[in-house]
């Protein structure tokens, strides 16, 4: 995750347990087969990117059978087809790189075909 969440936004990351642990108890709600809706609200500038990049990085960590997958939506919501690209991409991305690399190559419509034959023999929906 070095390309989406540096060591460097990892180390401004502090005390936010509380808020990690209710992220927690929804993944776990998931995995039962429970889902809830959960919302993040706040304001501008208050950290709640960064709470999300390091929920999914202990998630990563964790090895679940969820599969996280982290969007930006003021760039995929510039267009429809951006969107439909995008959000096609991302999905993809993460479940081939879990975020290991940089996204771009599975954002492009043209690219994204040959980054899934890249990777191969793997199943996109093996068991993590």
Known sequence: ???LYPQEQQELFTNRQMELAELAHYRDTLLRGQPE???????RRIGKTLL???FLRQTLEQKTTVAP?????????SSPEQFAAGYVGHICYWLVTQGRETP????????LPNQLLLAGERDLYEER
């Open 37 to 43: 809706h959960a919302a993040l609200f706040g304001p």
């Open 69 to 77: 997958v982290y969007m930006d939506f003021t760039f995929l919501c």
């Open 52 to 54: 999300l990049k390091e």
């Open 1 to 3: 995750m070095r390309y």
């Open 104 to 111: 771009e190559p599975y954002l492009t419509p043209t690219e």
